[in-house]
């Protein structure tokens, strides 16, 4: 069993869209490869929203978005703010410049 993910031509509508017309574009995508569909057990046609924020900082750089607050994504490849080591090194990077800042600003005082 194998699963396709196809990106059809511009301007398809998802809700016209046939099982016959995914087989044939996987068809031609594999172009110059053996494929042959046995059987399709279920598929589905979706468009996919892209889009990014405009900044990542709010409230004078005191709040920042991070991973799925950022963006939207393809909902087959979707990671975003997820691994426990981000959670956990994000804010250390972040706060990194104000600690130096504030080390060498009280050694010099």
């Not at 920042?64 to 607050?69: E, K, M, P, S």
């Amino acid at each position: 069993m194998v699963r396709f993910y196809l990106q059809m031509p511009a301007g398809a509508n998802p809700k016209e869209v046939t099982r016959e017309q995914l087989h044939a574009r996987a068809a031609a995508i594999l172009q110059g490869f053996q494929f042959e569909v046995a059987e399709t057990r279920w598929w589905s046609a979706y468009v996919i929203g892209q889009r990014l924020a405009s900044q990542f900082t709010a409230g004078n750089e005191r709040i920042f978005l991070t991973g799925d607050a950022c963006h939207t994504h393809s909902p087959k490849a979707g990671q975003g703010c997820v691994q426990p080591r981000t959670s956990h090194f994000l804010p250390s990077l972040l706060t990194y410049p104000t600690r130096s800042y504030t080390a060498t600003d009280q050694s010099s005082a």
